[in-house]
């Protein structure tokens, strides 16, 4: 992405993005590779691989559309690309209790862990198979049985979720439950930036959320950005007071 999107640390010199930013669309697709490849992903819960123990999904789902699935292989869940190596067509298609992962395309199947197992018609072919040939193990981890994946994770998410169980100490995750009659899901027509800047400024709160302006002091709102140094202190002082 270029660096003329530079923009001061000093709030009092800073200008905001030009409009090209939001409306040049290879800026857009550029930002896909940039951002959002780099980012961790809430998946699903591992309850969801029990009694199935392999699930395909697409990571950014109409957005980057990346073909992976998650395997779970003597009770270690973890994430791989369901691309198969042979000729690249989509391994898995559904959610199923299976011991192998195997390609309708050609019939190449693969071990729960990633590795390639057979492949007719290549019986004798020398040096075969090799680590090439295996699927691609992608990042995940696992929090509070919530699975997160990752592209290409820059960001140590670690220090995030430290900060969750910092902030919700005592909160009884293992008790949640999905209840589909009050699931929402909301389309907003608004570019994905736009959308995170409302959430971060207070501008709009007297406007657009009156009832809010009584509960909060707005020469006092801040934005926090939780750095890596701030996150391991918060998590230090966590772990010791469990220890008292």
């Known amino acids: 992405m270029s660096n003329r999107f530079q923009i ?4 009092a010199s800073a200008n905001t993005l030009s409009s090209e930013f939001y409306t040049d669309e290879n800026i857009f697709e550029s930002s896909k590779e940039t951002i959002f490849a780099q980012s961790w992903q809430l998946i699903t819960h591992s309850k969801n691989l029990t009694p199935k123990n392999i699930l395909p999904f697409s990571f950014l789902d109409g957005f980057i559309n990346e073909p992976l699935v998650l395997t779970k292989n003597e009770g ?28 309708r395309y050609h019939g190449r199947t693969f ?6 197992k ?15 040939d295996n699927l691609p193990s992608v990042p995940s981890q696992i929090w509070r049985d919530f699975i997160f994946v ?5 960001l140590n998410i670690q220090n995030i979720l430290n900060d969750i169980d ?12 999905l209840d589909k009659n009050q699931s929402r899901s909301y389309i907003i027509e608004s570019h994905w930036a736009l959308y995170c800047e409302n959430y971060l400024e207070e501008f709009h709160i007297p406007f657009v959320h009156k ?3 009584k509960d909060i002091v ?26 008292l």
Not at 8 to 11: E, L
Not at 78 to 103: G, P
Not at 122 to 132: L, S
Not at 150 to 154: A, G, I, M, Q
């Open 166 to 177: 910092y902030r919700l100490q005592g909160y009884e995750f293992d008790k949640l439950v």
């Open 211 to 213: 009832g809010l302006t």
């Open 118 to 132: 057979a492949m007719p018609g290549f019986e004798g072919v020398k040096k075969f198979p090799t680590e090439k």
């Open 111 to 116: 071990e729960l862990d990633g590795k390639m």
């Open 218 to 243: 707005l020469d006092e709102y801040q934005t926090i950005i939780l750095e890596m140094e701030y996150c391991k202190l918060r998590y230090v002082m966590m772990v010791r007071m469990q220890s």
């Open 150 to 154: 990752s592209l290409n994770p820059n």
């Open 76 to 103: 270690e869940i973890n994430c791989y690309s369901n691309v198969c190596t042979h000729r690249a067509h989509v391994v898995c298609l559904d959610s199923c209790d299976s011991t192998i992962l195997r390609c």
């Open 8 to 11: 001061s640390d000093d709030i």
